[in-house]
T-cell receptor
Framework: DAGVTQSPTHLIKTRGQQVTLRCSPKSGHDTVSWYQQALGQGPQFIFQYYEEEERQRGNFPDRFSGHQFPNYSSELNVNALWLGDSALYLC??????????????FGPGTRLTVT | TQLLEQSPQFLSIQEGENLTVYCNSSSVFSSLQWYRQEPGEGPVLLVTVVTGGEVKKLKRLTFQFGDARKDSSLHITAAQPGDTGLYLCAGAIMGAQKLVFGQGTRLTINP
C-alpha cells in the first residue's frame, strides 16, 4: 500500500522565481491538504483540495495556489518567492467523508530554500 | 483564530523516566491527533482521539482527550532512546478537515 509521495525532495530557488511542488495521495484517499512548516514550528495549513476544487484555505496570500487532478494527485504553486517562503512543504491525504475522515497522512515533504 | 499551546517545547530526560506532554486550547475540536516527526521527514500519525475523556494506549504511550475536547496529553512511561523525536498535537476544526498544530515538543531521551 503506497503512502503519500512528494517530489522533489529538495529545491533551491531565487527570490522572485516560481516553484511547483507535487504530491500523490495514499491509495484510496480523495482529499489532499498542503501545509507549510517553518524551522522549529508546527505545520501551518495552506489549503485543501477535493474533487479538483479548493475546499478550504488558510491565511496564505494568493501567491500560493494549487491544483488537483482527476487521479487525486495535487500540485502546490508559489509565485514571486520570498526568502520567508523557505520551509518544509508537507502534503497530507485523507478521506473527505466516512468514519476516519479526520485522519490525515503526511508525505515526507519538500524542503524549499529561497536565496 | 484557533490556537493550540503545546508544552513543554523542549524536554530532555534520562532513559527509564516518565514524562507528560500537554496540548491546550480555548477551542473545541472534533478530534485530536498526535504525530511524531523525525528530522527531514513528514509527521507520522500515532493516534486519534475523538470522544471527550477518551484514553488510548499505544504500548508505553498513553493519550488522553479532555472531557471538553479542548485539551489533550501524551504520557510516556519508562522512556527509551528510541522515543526521541518531535511530538506534535493537531486538532481538527469542528465541521472541517483542517488541522491546527501545536508548535511541537522536542523530546530527547538520554541513555
Amino acid at each position: 500500500d503506497a503512502g503519500v509521495t512528494q517530489s522533489p525532495t529538495h529545491l533551491i530557488k531565487t527570490r522572485g522565481q516560481q516553484v511547483t511542488l507535487r504530491c500523490s495521495p495514499k491509495s484510496g484517499h480523495d482529499t489532499v491538504s498542503w501545509y507549510q512548516q517553518a524551522l522549529g514550528q508546527g505545520p501551518q495549513f495552506i489549503f485543501q483540495y477535493y474533487e479538483e476544487e479548493e475546499r478550504q484555505r488558510g491565511n496564505f496570500p494568493d501567491r500560493f495556489s494549487g491544483h488537483q487532478f482527476p487521479n487525486y494527485s495535487s500540485e502546490l504553486n508559489v509565485n514571486a518567492l520570498w526568502l520567508g517562503d523557505s520551509a518544509l512543504y508537507l502534503c497530507a491525504s485523507s478521506f473527505l467523508t466516512g468514519p476516519r475522515s479526520y485522519e490525515q497522512y503526511f508525505g515526507p515533504g519538500t524542503r524549499l530554500t529561497v536565496t | 483564530t484557533q490556537l493550540l499551546e503545546q508544552s513543554p517545547q523542549f524536554l530532555s530526560i534520562q532513559e527509564g523516566e516518565n514524562l507528560t506532554v500537554y496540548c491546550n486550547s480555548s477551542s473545541v475540536f472534533s478530534s485530536l491527533q498526535w504525530y511524531r516527526q523525525e528530522p527531514g521527514e513528514g509527521p507520522v500519525l500515532l493516534v486519534t482521539v475523538v470522544t471527550g475523556g477518551e484514553v488510548k494506549k499505544l504500548k508505553r504511550l498513553t493519550f488522553q482527550f479532555g472531557d471538553a475536547r479542548k485539551d489533550s496529553s501524551l504520557h510516556i512511561t519508562a522512556a527509551q532512546p528510541g522515543d526521541t523525536g518531535l511530538y506534535l498535537c493537531a486538532g481538527a476544526i469542528m465541521g472541517a478537515q483542517k488541522l491546527v498544530f501545536g508548535q511541537g515538543t522536542r523530546l530527547t531521551i538520554n541513555p
